[in-house]
Nanobody, 115 residues
Framework: QVQLVESGGGLVQTGGSLRLSCVAS????????MNWYRQAPGAQRELVAT???????NYADSVKGRFTISRDNAKNTVFLQMNSLKPEDTAVYYC?????????WGQGTQVTVSS
């Protein structure tokens, strides 16, 4: 069993920044891609960003150029730096790890962007 614990959410004004963190309880984290998802009220959960074990990144079109995913394998931690935040970025943000056929999620952290 792997536990994922997110932190760093909060309330920010339009144009502001937040940095989310997700710490994994197992070093298995280091061998697999990590994902950040988000889910707004009444909407489906959507993939925001992915980083491979080697640091290759991919982003949803809606966040390209504004969000940056990174990882520190020595600390079993993945980050999501969010800049130029917009009200439509308001959501609960979840980190996700899929080692093999398993699927682990954090509890989520709320990000609210006020206009």
């Amino acid at each position: 069993q792997v536990q994922l614990v997110e932190s760093g959410g909060g309330l920010v004004q339009t144009g502001g920044s937040l940095r989310l963190s997700c710490v994994a309880s197992s070093t298995i984290f280091r061998s697999f891609p990590m994902n950040w998802y988000r889910q707004a009220p009444g909407a489906q959960r959507e993939l925001v960003a992915t980083i491979s074990s080697k640091g290759i990144t991919n982003y949803a079109d809606s966040v390209k150029g504004r969000f940056t995913i990174s990882r520190d394998n020595a600390k079993n931690t993945v980050f999501l730096q969010m800049n130029s935040l917009k009200p439509e970025d308001t959501a609960v943000y979840y980190c996700n790890l899929r080692p093999g056929g398993l699927d682990y999620w954090g509890q989520g952290t709320q990000v609210t962007v006020s206009s």
